[in-house]
């Protein structure tokens, strides 16, 4: 199994998209933030493609932080009901980033 960082990947690209997404100021002009976020809808969806691959095909993966054992330290693990959950919500996620980025213009006037 070993440290596939494909697992932590899933949680921190998201978390730190929208981080980079908001110190990015939104103006009419600028779409930084819209091809942040598309960016890394992109890239987390992605990754769970390839999260979910591996696992059907090596059995479950795991991901120790710190690399510290587990009664002491965190350990993420992706089987297969986690690495599909994973896949569809970021499928949510990216159809939610390509509905806001399509009716931006027309939901805020």
Same mark, same amino acid.
């Given at each position: 199994m070993g440290n596939n960082p494909l697992v932590i990947a899933i949680v921190f690209v998201p978390f730190f998209t929208g981080i980079i997404a908001l110190l990015f100021s939104q103006t009419e002009k600028d779409k930084t933030q819209r091809y942040i976020s598309l960016a890394g809808g992109i890239i987390t969806t $992605?990754?769970?493609?390839? *999260? *979910?691959?591996?696992? *059907?095909?090596t059995g479950p993966q795991t991901y120790q932080l710190g690399g510290v054992e587990p009664p002491f330290g965190i350990i993420f693990? $992706?089987?297969?009901l986690s690495a599909l959950f994973g896949l569809m919500a970021s499928t949510v996620l990216m159809m939610g980033i390509l509905y806001s980025v399509s009716c931006h213009d027309k939901c805020i006037s």
């Open positions: $992605a990754i769970s493609v390839m *999260l *979910l691959i591996q696992v *059907l095909e693990v $992706a089987d297969n």
